[in-house]
């Protein structure tokens, strides 16, 4: 689905950094959505927001933030407090009405050096 | 927000074969169930979905059951092919929230 863009698609944390993951859309949705992959365990919720300058928790959302001052860009920032930050990390996006599928990007990959 | 239990967590299948990947869930708000298939290293991709006013959905080799009553619904993949092998993820849609299964690893043995 070219119309959300995730990047990088690999990413390192040193001890006690913050880093940024970068989620761009250009598909009009108003919804976005932040999730963790770890093998064995689907997908889990960190974040989510349904308009511009608002955002909720998700079920995991401890070391994480995020910002949503464009409707276009969700960026996702793990933060020195989220000990196990290894992960595979999916961004998605929709339309914000009842019964509307999710679009995924590419996922970035987050390793501790 | 109420989860969903999916199985098996893997399949194997010989090609030809047909695959059947189930999941329940408990509350009787949900509405709406979509299913994605992710391949290797790759974005989770919708491949069908059902709404809770039908009972079943086709397309092409892929089918979708849902049981409002017994609150379980059901991914049959038809004359599997390799290139179906994947990762399968059924989820549910209650308002506005969205609940996925673990996953399923289905492989298309030739």
């Known amino acids: 689905d070219g119309g959300i863009t995730q990047s990088p698609k690999y990413l390192f944390r040193k001890e006690g950094q913050n880093v940024t993951l970068s989620c761009e859309q250009n598909?009009?949705?108003?919804?976005m959505y932040w999730y963790r992959q770890d093998p064995g365990q689907g997908l889990r919720l960190i974040y989510y927001s349904q308009i511009v300058n608002d955002f909720q928790k998700g079920d995991i959302a401890e070391g994480y933030s995020v910002s949503r001052e464009k409707k276009e860009s969700f960026p996702l920032t793990v933060t020195s407090a989220q000990k196990n930050p290894t992960a595979f990390y999916l961004c998605?996006?929709?339309?914000?009405?009842?019964?509307?599928?999710?679009?995924f990007g590419d996922g970035t990959r987050l390793s501790i050096l | 927000g109420e989860n969903v239990e999916q199985h098996p967590s893997t399949l194997s299948v010989q090609e030809g074969d047909s695959a059947v990947i189930k999941c329940t869930y408990s509350?009787?708000?949900?509405?709406?169930f979509p299913w994605y298939k992710q391949e290797l290293g790759k974005r989770p991709q919708l491949i069908i979905d059902i709404r809770s006013n039908v009972g079943e959905k086709k397309d092409q080799r892929i089918a979708v059951t849902l049981n409002k009553t017994a609150k379980h619904f059901s991914l049959h993949i038809t004359e599997t092919q390799p290139e179906d092998s994947a990762v399968y993820f059924c989820?549910?849609?209650?308002?506005?929230?969205?609940?996925f299964g673990a996953g399923t690893r289905l492989t298309v043995k030739p």
């Open positions: 989820s549910k849609y209650n308002n506005n929230d969205m609940r």
């Open positions: 509350d009787s708000a949900s509405n709406y």
């Open positions: 998605a996006s929709s339309i914000f009405r009842q019964n509307q599928p999710q679009h």
């Open positions: 598909l009009n949705h108003d919804a």
